[in-house]
């Protein structure tokens, strides 16, 4: 196996869908929780805490929550696993928010030498087929959604783009989402058990799913 | 190894064991199985005794009739959710010792996090919530049998195919039961400030040893019981009783107890409990600071019988690989790292129910098992 | 809410539909990128018309064809400006100096691991580890306490959880180094609800038992 490949630009998020409370969502908050350290309490900054919408960044960690989303990003990989902590331990406290939807991101950029860029692109997207309505015909966006073979609703999705933070060179972004409420539109019950359960016990084919799904995109060649 | 079922009358004992972990697997003729304990292999993640079952052929979920845990130490109830899952129509059989509102209540808070994948109470949580949602609906209970001083586990009368087969439980005696469920109550604090480091006490006062007699033969399975200075538990206690036994009743095989340590040897058993040079099968143990069986212990047992097996080698084993990049980033990290249990092995004996003699015995092994 | 937080705030909503949980749905840009998060509070738009696209090879330098150029400060903002000069947008997103603007690359994470303390000595800790995004086995370890970062001190103690992280770093002259990182886990304690429901699982787990009668 070789190592993987490096990005050049490295993002990643956890995001969640329900109905939250922005008020509550403080640096403080996370520190009084036990859920951050004090140095990387001291490093927090605001950018918005508003009643409907807040921003913040502490240390590493950026968080930002509306009414009907949740989110935890970090530009830092080495971090990941700290992100699957930070919403573990926030929705054990604050167990009876109703949370729908769940969805773990990579998103990464390669700058990458012209020719592969190029034929990266021909490959996911031959242009032949194009050449004879377009003229010029070139990848804009490329999203393919592949469907979920564990226990969960919901599926996994994959964007290639061409970046526009290095160039020549390629966007790829998998978003992993996990439904909740399907189930629980019969049992009527909607809390955040299902969404740390997601974290705790599909950690595992998290980590791993995404990479594949880069790596994958990175070695392909055109036919 | 042939993967084929013993017959009708014929007795087996699998002993399986990686580096840590134990699982017994007995034939009590007439393809009815007792499993005692389990392990899991590092290497395949699996069940070994399961994974052998489905490679003879036979289905778990009808084959086994009996599982027993015989006392809740880490290395002795790995995967044992996973058996209890698959055997559904076996009885399943606790020490009595296990029966704590504090291990109870351990678990309930700490047994269903997986946040983290070290965690002491998982598999005792979930063998009680496969049981739990079984029981659902179910007229029947309890789920849980007890084992404790002379209790009969299991019987069967002889068939036209297959002996009479008996399991007796020979410990927990009750003060036994007594000192150990004390030592699970005192563990309730330590839990509450550390859940993820919490180990079952020592010395293990509460481990079911079993006997179990297949037509003429007897077996002996000393699971991880230890000789304690109170005689009124440990081996001492059992060894109090056993002086009445007959010739016929001494056991052809000897699942030798807490990985032939010492402290667990208790001579009258050999001589009073076992026949002559018996079949002893034992496990290694190659966490903590001392690997056991130690090399004194591997002599003494040599001492006492010539077919002595044990499932694996106490030094570790070979190293799992890693891609050269990741393994040179940890050698540069750690002071050291290693795997202490590896691949399981797998030492089989098979004799006829009606053969005291163990020279009619045979044994088969797979790697890492070897003789001692 | 104030004019500039309004016009962060909905910018924000336009970019998320309700519905997923994917970031940047509409433009390839991490949502940590705090330059980009900056730019947008400002105003500046981020269309399509600087967006680089994967041409037919023959016409590769072929000129911008969207339908939005937008000035963004230094540069029109046109396609071919950009492919001549990647820099002119960095340039118009953040005007800083070229040299501060070089990104270091983020470190390659090459494995992690999940641990657990089991004992602590007066300079090393050691525990049990089992790789994350495999199946593979628990490994022992022993780790100099020197690693550990001053905030994660107190929690370093029998029981205490760990992430283990090891990968490479290229730092900003161009060197290749290893890193090995601990952060130890911050996982909130049991709560009293927990607790009731943990008695109740309890008691209800003790009727699966026979009455031991002892």
Excluded at chain 1, 96 to 113: D, M, Q, S, W, Y
Excluded at chain 2, 274 to 301: C, H, M, N, Q, Y
Aim: aromatic fraction near 8%; include cysteine.
């Amino acid at each position: 196996m070789t190592s993987p490949p490096a990005p050049d630009i490295h993002g990643a998020s956890i995001v969640l869908l329900g109905s939250f409370n922005p008020a509550i969502f403080h640096p403080a908050w996370f520190h009084k929780q036990g859920l951050v350290s004090d140095e990387e309490h001291d490093a927090a900054a605001i950018q918005v805490m508003l009643p409907d919408f807040a921003r913040f960044n502490i240390d590493w960690l950026e968080i930002t929550v509306t009414l009907d989303r949740f989110e935890v990003a970090s530009g830092e990989p080495e971090n990941f696993n700290l992100l699957r902590d930070i919403v573990i331990g926030t929705f054990r406290i604050l167990q009876h928010t109703p949370i729908k939807a769940i969805g773990v991101n990579r998103n990464e950029h390669f700058k990458l030498p012209e020719d592969r860029w190029h034929e990266i692109g021909d490959a996911l997207v031959p242009k032949d087929v194009w050449s004879t309505v377009l003229d010029a015909p070139g990848l804009r966006a490329l999203t393919v959604e592949g469907v979920r073979t564990d226990n969960y609703a919901g599926y996994i999705r994959a964007n290639v783009e061409p970046s526009v933070r290095v160039h020549p060179g390629i966007y790829i972004g998998v978003n992993d989402h996990f439904q909740l409420d399907e189930d629980s539109k019969d049992s009527g019950v909607l809390d955040s058990s299902q969404a740390v359960s997601v974290l705790e016990s599909e950690w595992d084919g998290i980590l791993e799913r995404a990479p594949r799904i880069i790596d994958t995109v990175l070695k392909v060649k055109a036919t | 190894m042939k993967l084929t079922p013993p017959d009708p009358d014929e007795v087996e004992v699998s002993l399986f064991g990686p580096g840590f972990g134990e699982c017994v697997l007995v034939h009590l003729g007439n393809q009815e199985w007792l499993i005692v304990d389990s392990c899991k292999d590092q290497r395949s993640t699996r069940q070994p005794a399961l994974t052998y079952l489905a490679e003879m052929g036979l289905e778990a979920s009808a084959a086994v009739r009996v599982v027993l845990v015989s006392h809740w130490h880490d290395d002795h109830v790995r995967g044992i959710s996973e058996v209890v899952a698959e055997c559904i129509t076996a009885e399943f059989w606790v020490s009595s010792a296990l029966r704590s509102e504090e291990l109870l209540l351990m678990s309930g808070l700490y047994g269903s996090d997986r946040a983290s994948k070290h965690n002491p109470f998982q598999e005792f949580y979930w063998v009680m919530e496969r049981l739990r949602i079984r029981a659902m609906g179910r007229q029947r209970l309890p789920l849980i049998n007890l084992a404790t001083e002379s209790r009969v586990l299991w019987h069967r009368p002889a068939t036209r195919s297959a002996p009479e087969a008996e399991i007796i439980a020979f410990s927990p005696s009750s003060v036994s039961d007594y000192v150990a469920r004390q030592a699970i109550a005192n563990l309730l604090p330590e839990a509450e400030e550390s859940p993820h480091s919490v180990q079952a006490p020592q010395p293990n006062d509460a481990a079911v040893v079993l006997s179990v007699r297949l037509g003429d033969i007897t077996l002996l399975l000393g699971s991880d019981l230890e000789v304690t200075p109170d005689p009124a538990t440990g081996w001492t206690a059992i060894v109090g009783k056993a002086s009445s036994l007959t010739k016929d009743q001494r056991a052809t095989l000897f699942k030798v107890p807490h990985h032939g340590s010492q402290n667990a040897h208790h001579d009258a058993v050999w001589t009073e409990m076992l026949v002559e040079s018996p079949w002893a099968v034992l496990t290694p143990f190659r966490r903590g600071k001392t690997p056991l069986p130690r090399d004194s212990d591997a002599r003494r047992i040599r001492q006492m019988t010539n077919r002595g097996y044990i499932t694996a080698a106490t030094k570790a084993p070979t190293q799992p690989r890693r891609p050269r990049a990741v393994d040179l980033a940890v050698r540069q990290a750690v002071r050291k790292i290693y795997d202490p249990e590896g691949q399981s092995g797998h030492i089989r004996v098979r004799g006829s129910s009606f053969e005291v003699d163990p020279d009619k015995w045979k044994v088969e092994l797979r790697p890492p098992a070897r003789s001692l | 809410m104030t004019g500039s937080s309004n016009q962060h705030y909905q910018h924000y909503l336009r970019r998320f539909p309700h519905s997923s949980t994917a970031v940047g749905s509409d433009e390839n840009q991490s949502l940590t990128d705090v330059t980009f998060a900056v730019g947008a509070i400002q105003g500046h738009s981020i269309g399509p018309s600087i967006r680089p696209s994967w041409t037919n090879h023959s016409q590769r330098h072929s000129p911008d064809r969207s339908t939005s150029a937008t000035s963004i400060g230094e540069s029109t903002g046109t396609t071919d400006e950009f492919l001549e000069d990647p820099t002119a947008r960095v340039r118009s997103y953040a005007p800083q100096s070229l040299a501060e603007q070089t990104p270091v690359s983020p470190p390659v994470v090459l494995a992690s691991w999940d641990g657990v303390i089991t004992e602590v000595t007066e300079e090393t800790f050691s525990a049990r580890v089992t790789q994350l995004a495999t199946e593979g086995p628990e490994e022992f370890a022993e780790f100099p306490l020197s690693d550990i970062s001053p905030g994660d001190a107190s929690l370093v103690r029998p029981g205490g959880l760990f992430y283990w992280t090891v990968g490479y770093e290229t730092t900003k002259r161009g060197r290749i180094r290893r890193i090995s990182e601990i952060r130890l886990r911050r996982l909130p304690p049991k709560s009293e609800e927990d607790r009731n429901r943990a008695k109740a699982w309890a008691l209800e787990a003790l009727q699966l038992f026979e009455d031991s009668g002892s």
